[in-house]
């Protein structure tokens, strides 16, 4: 248990589907994050919410759209995704602190397959 | 940016210690060091952090020298278990620039019996 829950565990999609992950927190944390992780391949970080407000989006397609409605929740909402979309999608949380010495804590990730 | 070099990978014995360096040349003042390890479809989790000097927790050591510009993640008597990628991250939780949330490539840590 991470204190870091997302859903669903694994989801395969097809090219005009529309479907959404889900990210809860109980740890008190007031930012979250998602990054997509590809096989072989780096932690891509896509967005930030700090205080549920949007502070980053390192160039997304619009094809993925992140919501926050409150600093528990996290959606990514997903709509016309292609093939090399497919990728473990991952959430974490942090405290936000000046001194930045807030470790990530992460979810176990949804892993996504776009057919 | 704080930009991470680290091996690819690594292998070891079951028994043995582990040191993987990272090194990290354009560390700023404000800047913490931390560790992470990821098993396969999981997320990463955190080990340890510092800031300079040595900090010991109970699943492994971090050695940081006087110039910050890299770090050894020190892992005693490994197991299999230990089998994993291990990420080296500097910077910030969240310090207002996406650099300080870039996780490089990693080591893959692979213990055999």
């Known amino acids: 248990e991470t204190g870091v829950t997302q859903t669903p565990r694994h989801l395969v999609m097809g090219m005009t589907n529309k479907k959404s992950l889900k990210c809860e927190q109980h740890l008190g944390h007031n930012a979250m994050y998602w990054y997509k992780q590809s096989a072989k391949k780096p932690l891509e970080l896509m967005f930030v919410y700090s205080l549920e407000e949007r502070v980053e989006n390192n160039s997304v397609p619009s094809r993925f759209s992140p919501e926050c409605p409150n600093s528990s929740h996290l959606f990514l909402h997903l709509h016309t995704l292609q093939p090399e979309d497919s990728a473990l999608y991952l959430c974490?949380?942090?405290?936000?602190?000046?001194?930045?010495?807030?470790?990530?804590?992460f979810g176990n990730g949804t892993r996504l397959t776009v057919t | 940016l704080a930009k991470t070099t680290q091996p690819i990978s690594m292998d070891s014995y079951e028994g043995q210690e582990v040191n993987i360096t990272c090194s990290h040349n354009n560390i700023a003042t404000n800047d913490y060091i931390t560790w992470y390890q990821q098993f396969p479809s999981q997320g990463p989790r955190f080990i340890i952090q510092g800031y300079k000097t040595k900090v010991t927790n109970e699943v492994a050591s971090l050695f940081i020298p006087a110039d910050r510009k890299s770090s050894t993640l020190s892992l005693p008597r490994v197991s299999l278990s230990d089998t994993a990628v291990y990420y080296c991250l500097v910077g910030a939780s969240y310090g207002g620039a996406t650099n300080k949330l870039i996780f490089g490539t990693g080591t893959l840590l692979a213990v055999q019996p």
């Open positions: 974490a949380s942090s405290h936000l602190t000046g001194g930045g010495n807030s470790p990530l804590h």
